[in-house]
């Protein structure tokens, strides 16, 4: 049965559950209402709220226009290179420096290779996350949860829900598909690029400098090639 929006899912069995959803429009990207109550004699009333996915236009416009404050959960890290402007920052992970065997070495693997090549701190789940949420905001608050690829933060996201948060969004693939100036951001790289950092980022920047070095010889053989020539003879290089 669906009746000016509000359709729902009814199973006769006794004790059964009755899925109610209510949809408030377009905006954001997935805003739906999920209430879950038992059978008439159980009696209890849950409500839970769908964490909408949204762009980066959209999520700018939920901040601008909405009222959403970002709530940012990436490692320390990755939010020291780069940061939305005034957001706050909660860590769903905690870099992990326990003195146990064990720890130390996975940490010593993982500093040798993720931690290297890509600039990965070794970390934990920060138990305090939800604590320290629930003490900044109250469960009506308006929250943006953003980390870098958006895996962290639809975790994250999924804790707050449970907990009874109504009304959170996650930006689609994280801040990594923001386009430039979406966002005023803090930091001395952009927000996109947050996450890149270690060898792979080295890497990176000597195969563009090899790839211009390159185009360039190309481009000067091409457009001169008698000088080119008599630059090869000096260098004893036979074309």
């Known amino acids: 049965?669906?009746?000016?929006?509000?359709?729902?899912?009814?199973?006769?069995?006794?004790?059964?559950?009755?899925?109610?959803?209510?949809?408030?429009?377009?905006?954001?990207?997935?805003?739906?209402?999920?209430?879950?109550?038992?059978?008439?004699?159980?009696?209890?009333?849950g409500v839970r709220a769908e964490v909408s996915f949204v762009d980066g236009d959209e999520a700018?416009?939920?901040?601008?226009?909405?009222?959403?404050?970002?709530?940012?959960?990436?490692?320390?890290?990755?939010?020291?290179?780069?940061h939305i402007k005034n957001s706050a920052h909660v860590p769903l992970f905690v870099e992990n420096d326990d003195g146990d065997i064990g720890t130390i070495i996975k940490r010593t693997v993982h500093n040798n290779f993720?931690?290297?090549?890509?600039?990965?701190?070794?970390?934990?789940?920060?138990?305090?996350?939800?604590?320290?949420?629930?003490?900044?905001?109250?469960?009506?608050?308006?929250?943006?949860?953003?980390?870098?690829?958006?895996?962290?933060?639809?975790?994250?996201?999924?804790?707050?829900?449970?907990?009874?948060?109504?009304?959170?969004?996650?930006?689609?693939?994280?801040?990594?598909?923001?386009k430039p100036g979406t966002f005023e951001s803090v930091g001395k790289s952009e927000l996109q690029n947050a996450g890149k950092a270690g060898l792979v980022t080295v890497q990176g920047k000597i195969s563009a400098v090899l790839g211009t070095v390159l185009i360039s010889a190309y481009l000067f053989i091409t457009l001169f090639p008698d000088q080119a020539e008599k630059l090869f003879d000096l260098a004893g290089i036979k074309l």
């Open 1 to 45: 049965m669906a009746v000016l929006g509000l359709s729902t899912a009814f199973s006769p069995p006794r004790g059964s559950w009755i899925a109610v959803r209510i949809r408030h429009g377009a905006r954001p990207a997935r805003s739906n209402l999920s209430l879950r109550r038992r059978s008439a004699g159980g009696g209890a009333i």
């Open 60 to 82: 700018k416009r939920l901040v601008a226009e909405e009222g959403y404050t970002v709530l940012d959960i990436r490692d320390r890290t990755q939010r020291e290179r780069a």
């Open 114 to 178: 993720a931690g290297l090549f890509f600039g990965l701190p070794f970390t934990k789940r920060n138990l305090e996350f939800t604590k320290t949420v629930k003490d900044k905001f109250s469960p009506e608050s308006k929250l943006l949860v953003v980390c870098q690829e958006g895996l962290r933060s639809t975790g994250a996201a999924d804790v707050l829900e449970r907990e009874g948060f109504q009304n959170l969004a996650c930006i689609k693939s994280g801040l990594q598909t923001l």
